[in-house]
């Protein structure tokens, strides 16, 4: 080996120990509170880790982390919070457990609509609320959601309860669109269409469209493509069709799951990393096919039965701007008794 040779050597192997030493440097842990399915989170912590060296030590349940990490006060371990829902989303950052993510990443990658204006929260995945149609019964393609109050429909539509956050977002979508007393006609308008009480999952009103007790249900994107994985509810998916509805003159309503930065996050560098690979190409593809949802990102590829149901055009309202009239949607729904 040449005298240079030698010395090119030395260097590759110099940088490498470098590399390795700041590889070093950068890991360590993150805390991560979360509200999604372990089945979910644990391929996505899994890979993480794999990605970037960073352990992830994850705290799971299905209610009670805004309180936990608001009664562990500034000794909380949590780092970052995942959830699912601009109304769980909203009631962390109302619970004063937050504080602004700060990513150019995010900023970047992210479109404004999903992103809290002030930066407490980021959407990571999307879904949209959709009709599921009797294939029988439902001869037409397209609707809006203000259709959904026409007379012509009396009798025919099935949707869980409307203080659901699901439906609460979709409310409250629809009164930022339309105004309080416009939305409260509306919801009266549904409401007399109802072909049943509101009660169960939106898997039950697929399942009441099988059993002909509906022509239309209201649910969410990823529970229909759900229902064709569990041979038990197959038959639901069968007798159904989705059908994207949109505002009159707007987009389809989605929702998001999003990540949020614990206020007193003691690993916060790290828990940025997280949220800024949370992302990335690798978690986004993971987000679109392990649970149907749509990525946030844009060039990932939606889940095959997901782009089934056509080209989504997602309403432009900001969440943020959903999150604001949640509780005006709220009221609403016990004014006009939609749940009785
Ligand atoms: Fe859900």
């Given at each position: 080996?040449?005298?240079?040779?030698?010395?090119?050597?030395?260097?590759?192997?110099?940088?490498?120990?470098?590399?390795?030493?700041?590889?070093?440097?950068?890991?360590?842990?993150?805390?991560?509170?979360?509200?999604?399915?372990?089945?979910?989170?644990?391929?996505?912590?899994?890979?993480f880790t794999k990605?970037?060296?960073?352990?992830?030590?994850?705290?799971?349940?299905?209610?009670?982390?805004?309180?936990?990490?608001?009664?562990?006060?500034?000794?909380?371990?949590?780092?970052?919070?995942?959830?699912?829902?601009?109304?769980?989303?909203?009631?962390?950052?109302?619970?004063?457990?937050?504080?602004?993510?700060?990513?150019?990443?995010?900023?970047?990658?992210?479109?404004?609509?999903?992103?809290?204006?002030?930066?407490?929260?980021?959407?990571?995945?999307?879904?949209?609320?959709?009709?599921?149609a009797s294939k029988?019964?439902?001869?037409?393609?397209?609707?809006?959601?203000?259709?959904?109050?026409?007379?012509?429909?009396?009798?025919?539509?099935?949707?869980?309860?409307?203080?659901?956050?699901?439906?609460?977002?979709?409310?409250?979508?629809?009164?930022?669109?339309?105004?309080?007393?416009?939305?409260?006609?509306?919801?009266?308008?549904?409401?007399?269409?109802?072909?049943?009480?509101?009660?169960?999952?939106?898997?039950?009103?697929?399942?009441?469209?099988?059993?002909?007790?509906?022509?239309?249900?209201?649910?969410?994107?990823?529970?229909?493509?759900?229902?064709?994985?569990?041979?038990?509810?197959?038959?639901?998916?069968?007798?159904?069709?989705?059908?994207?509805?949109?505002?009159?003159?707007?987009?389809?309503?989605?929702?998001?799951?999003?990540?949020?930065?614990?206020?007193?996050?003691?690993?916060?560098?790290?828990?940025?990393?997280?949220?800024?690979?949370?992302?990335?190409?690798?978690?986004?593809?993971?987000?679109?096919?392990?649970?149907?949802?749509?990525?946030?990102?844009?060039?990932?590829?939606?889940?095959?039965?997901?782009?089934?149901?056509?080209?989504?055009?997602?309403?432009?309202?900001?969440?943020?701007?959903?999150?604001?009239?949640?509780?005006?949607?709220?009221?609403?729904?016990?004014?006009v008794g939609f749940?009785?």
């Amino acid at each position: 080996m040449s005298r240079s040779r030698i010395l090119a050597a030395a260097t590759v192997i110099a940088s490498a120990m470098t590399l390795n030493a700041a590889a070093f440097a950068q890991s360590g842990e993150v805390n991560v509170y979360s509200y999604r399915e372990n089945k979910l989170v644990q391929p996505l912590i899994d890979a993480f880790t794999k990605d970037t060296g960073i352990k992830v030590n994850i705290v799971s349940a299905s209610s009670g982390l805004e309180q936990r990490i608001k009664s562990e006060g500034a000794n909380s371990p949590a780092d970052v919070l995942l959830t699912v829902d601009i109304g769980r989303i909203d009631e962390a950052v109302q619970a004063g457990v937050t504080q602004p993510i700060k990513s150019d990443v995010i900023d970047k990658v992210v479109p404004a609509q999903y992103r809290d204006p002030d930066g407490h929260w980021a959407g990571i995945s999307m879904r949209a609320r959709v009709i599921y149609a009797s294939k029988d019964r439902v001869k037409q393609d397209a609707i809006t959601y203000e259709e959904l109050a026409d007379p012509k429909w009396k009798g025919k539509i099935c949707i869980r309860s409307g203080q659901h956050i699901y439906n609460n977002a979709l409310f409250a979508a629809y009164v930022a669109h339309h105004g309080e007393a416009k939305a409260e006609e509306w919801l009266r308008g549904v409401k007399a269409n109802l072909a049943q009480k509101p009660s169960g999952g939106d898997r039950e009103q697929a399942r009441d469209v099988a059993a002909g007790k509906c022509d239309l249900a209201i649910g969410n994107t990823y529970y229909w493509a759900l229902m064709n994985n569990d041979p038990d509810k197959k038959p639901w998916a069968e007798a159904t069709r989705v059908i994207l509805p949109t505002f009159a003159g707007g987009g389809t309503h989605v929702n998001l799951s999003g990540v949020l930065l614990a206020k007193n996050a003691p690993n916060r560098a790290n828990a940025v990393k997280f949220i800024e690979w949370l992302a990335g190409e690798h978690a986004q593809h993971l987000y679109a096919d392990a649970n149907y949802e749509y990525p946030v990102r844009a060039g990932v590829a939606v889940n095959p039965t997901i782009a089934g149901y056509g080209k989504l055009t997602a309403d432009t309202l900001p969440i943020a701007k959903i999150a604001a009239s949640r509780k005006a949607a709220s009221t609403l729904v016990d004014k006009v008794g939609f749940d009785n």
